[in-house]
């Protein structure tokens, strides 16, 4: 190597320290035991809060949020919250490992189709309060039923500790949602008993310093190193030899490249079915995310609230979500299809204005709005707008790519029955739209009970989704760590669609295919005056809530330790929002 090459060469050393160490204290960490792993959670949860004002304060002002913006909340709960929370979910099931006791405790009933169902929302009494009516079933693969499921849950527990071997895994952390990078360490940590390397995104490497803060007690047992860079160092990483296995989450493309190769060279390696990389890797990635509305009676109150609900589910974190609605699905012949969209339109508009942060969103939006022959825009003041467009047969472009910015799908069917119309819609969004990864129905509990409840779940039975979501956005299994997070089952590398394997999953299922989340149709009170007993208001997740920065705040002070006095004060905030 002459001299200038060695000027220019990146110097990888520190990377090759870090890996060292940690491959050296691989197996000790791979043999803890279950009363130390609690310990290490407890004390990440007493770190995390000391340094979680400034995390969410940070993460609102990177993400352009406007000072004093409610929005602000959505830093908190998407981040020191959800972490927090899974340390909790976590330390419950190390202390009932023992003959996997803490699967006693949750509900189990046999779906209509015949699948197993686990209740794991709610699982506490602070559950029923806080998340009052909201409820999270996990079905598990065809052929587990109850007698299998110990067997088929936290199975690398069921390996004595002085046997176990551990390992290196290297994450890929996402660059959007804050908590996502170190969920990935901890499925990997205490799901798995591996060791980690986690590589920021450089979008949100500004949180590497609070990471480092909260994560120190993994830190500490050379069981956690955190580094920066960009592709050079993700490309030097996924191919070191000490990495053992690799998580990634982000676009089907960064997984294709690292898997078959950049450009010609993995299009060529795809074909031959010859990957560049051989290791172990799991994904979540990105999806056309659809939202089916089915047609129903609603009043005016209901089409407000759910444009709401729609608001959310494409600008929360101002679009950058790979769970965001990208296509939304309309019967095309509802009388109040215009109302809604109209009720939509208004929402976006009176909301607090932010900005598109995430790189390349201009180029992605202009791309979406070139590609079609009739895009409109929803006006949000100061915020860029909305790009709207309508698709029809034949325009695939909007089925099958992610846009991961503030632009949004339509897609008419023409149905008046109910139940033809949610088949129909179905059909559509398994056959046309890119990924697996969550899909959201919105549909009124008469026009449910109108297709009869059984026959309602057999139907949805037939939505390949990792998540699904009825009368709530899939985001929220996301907070809710217990459920499994990921792609439905059965991708392959060569068609990865949105990825493989699951996170989360604070109960370790081992099988599961998919979660499906369910939330009240109205909020508190309205919601008890229509007969909907659940005290949940406005969700604090909702772009529309004007006290989601104070309700987040105390809700991971909650997590952090729970307390009837605390109680008081996160609902009188709740009500306000």
């Known amino acids: 190597m002459n001299k200038i090459t060695a000027d220019i060469a990146p110097d990888f050393s520190a990377l090759d320290r870090d890996l060292a160490t940690l491959t050296a204290g691989a197996v000790g960490w791979a043999r803890t035991s279950n009363a130390e792993r609690i310990a290490v959670l407890a004390d990440i949860k007493d770190r995390l809060l000391e340094v979680s004002e400034g995390w969410a304060e940070m993460a609102a002002r990177r993400k352009l949020i406007p000072a004093g913006s409610p929005l602000a909340g959505e830093e908190w709960i998407s981040g020191p919250y959800a972490v927090m929370s899974a340390c909790n979910g976590l330390m419950q099931t190390l202390a009932g490992m023992d003959g996997k006791a803490f699967l006693d405790h949750l509900p189990k009933r046999t779906t209509a189709n015949g699948q197993l169902a686990v209740r794991v929302l709610p699982h506490s009494i602070w559950d029923r309060l806080l998340l009052s009516g909201v409820s999270a079933d996990v079905w598990m693969e065809p052929g587990v039923d109850e007698a299998a499921l110990p067997a088929q849950t936290a199975s690398a527990y069921d390996t004595a500790?002085?046997?176990?071997?551990?390992?290196v895994a290297l994450v890929l952390g996402a660059g959007n949602i804050a908590s996502i990078a170190p969920l990935d360490v901890f499925q990997k940590a205490f799901g798995e008993h591996k060791v980690v390397i986690l590589k920021m995104n450089p979008v949100n490497d500004y949180l590497t310093p609070f990471l480092e803060a909260a994560l120190k007690p993994l830190i500490d047992r050379d069981a956690l190193r955190i580094v920066r860079g960009g592709a050079e160092v993700g490309g030097y990483l996924c191919t070191h030899d000490?990495?053992?296995?690799?998580?990634?989450?982000?676009?089907?493309?960064?997984?294709?490249?690292?898997?078959?190769?950049?450009?010609?060279?993995?299009?060529?390696?795809?074909?031959?079915?010859?990957?560049?990389?051989?290791?172990?890797?799991?994904?979540?990635?990105?999806?056309?995310?659809?939202?089916?509305?089915?047609?129903?009676?609603?009043?005016?109150?209901?089409?407000r609230f759910q444009a709401e609900h729609l608001a959310t589910q494409k600008l929360h974190n101002s679009g950058f979500n790979c769970?965001?609605?990208?296509?939304?699905?309309?019967?095309?012949?509802?009388?109040?299809?215009?109302?809604?969209?109209?009720?939509?339109?208004?929402?976006?508009?009176?909301?607090?204005?932010?900005?598109?942060?995430?790189?390349?969103?201009?180029?992605?939006?202009?791309?979406?709005?070139?590609?079609?022959?009739?895009?409109?825009?929803?006006?949000?003041?100061?915020?860029?707008?909305?790009?709207?467009?309508?698709?029809?047969?034949?325009?695939?472009?909007?089925?099958?790519?992610?846009?991961?910015?503030?632009?949004?799908?339509?897609?008419?069917?023409?149905?008046?029955?109910?139940?033809?119309?949610?088949?129909?819609?179905?059909?559509?969004?398994?056959?046309?739209?890119?990924?697996?990864?969550?899909?959201?129905?919105?549909?009124?509990?008469?026009?449910?009970?109108?297709?009869?409840?059984?026959?309602?779940?057999?139907?949805?039975?037939?939505?390949?989704?990792?998540?699904?979501?009825?009368?709530?956005?899939?985001?929220?299994?996301?907070?809710?760590?217990?459920?499994?997070w990921g792609a439905f089952p059965g991708h392959t590398l060569d068609d990865v669609g949105s990825g493989i394997g699951f996170a989360h999953n604070t109960f370790m299922f081992d099988k599961p295919e998919r979660v499906v989340v369910t939330a009240p149709w109205r909020p508190f009170p309205r919601g008890v005056l229509s007969g909907q007993f659940t005290l949940l208001p406005r969700p604090p997740w909702f772009v529309t809530n004007r006290r989601q920065h104070v309700v987040g705040r105390l809700l991971t002070a909650f997590q952090h330790k729970p307390s009837w006095l605390k109680l008081p004060r996160i609902f009188a905030n709740a009500l306000r929002g």
């Open 242 to 303: 000490l990495v053992d296995e690799i998580h990634i989450t982000g676009a089907a493309a960064s997984h294709d490249v690292i898997v078959w190769g950049p450009g010609e060279e993995g299009a060529k390696n795809k074909a031959a079915g010859t990957p560049k990389l051989t290791k172990p890797i799991t994904s979540e990635l990105g999806a056309v995310c659809p939202t089916i509305v089915v047609p129903g009676n609603w009043s005016r109150a209901d089409i």
């Open 323 to 484: 769970v965001a609605c990208q296509m939304l699905v309309l019967p095309r012949s509802w009388d109040q299809k215009d109302d809604l969209m109209q009720a939509l339109q208004k929402v976006m508009r009176e909301m607090d204005a932010r900005q598109a942060y995430y790189p390349g969103a201009a180029d992605r939006m202009a791309g979406f709005a070139d590609h079609s022959a009739k895009a409109t825009t929803f006006d949000r003041g100061e915020a860029p707008d909305l790009v709207v467009t309508s698709v029809g047969e034949g325009t695939s472009w909007f089925t099958e790519n992610e846009v991961f910015a503030p632009a949004l799908s339509t897609y008419e069917i023409h149905a008046a029955d109910p139940e033809a119309y949610l088949i129909e819609a179905i059909r559509y969004a398994n056959d046309t739209l890119h990924g697996t990864l969550g899909a959201n129905i919105v549909i009124h509990p008469r026009t449910i009970r109108q297709i009869g409840r059984a026959r309602f779940e057999d139907i949805i039975a037939d939505l390949r989704y990792g998540t699904i979501a009825v009368n709530a956005w899939t985001g929220l299994a996301f907070l809710a760590t217990a459920c499994p």
């Open 161 to 167: 500790p002085d046997a176990r071997e551990g390992g």
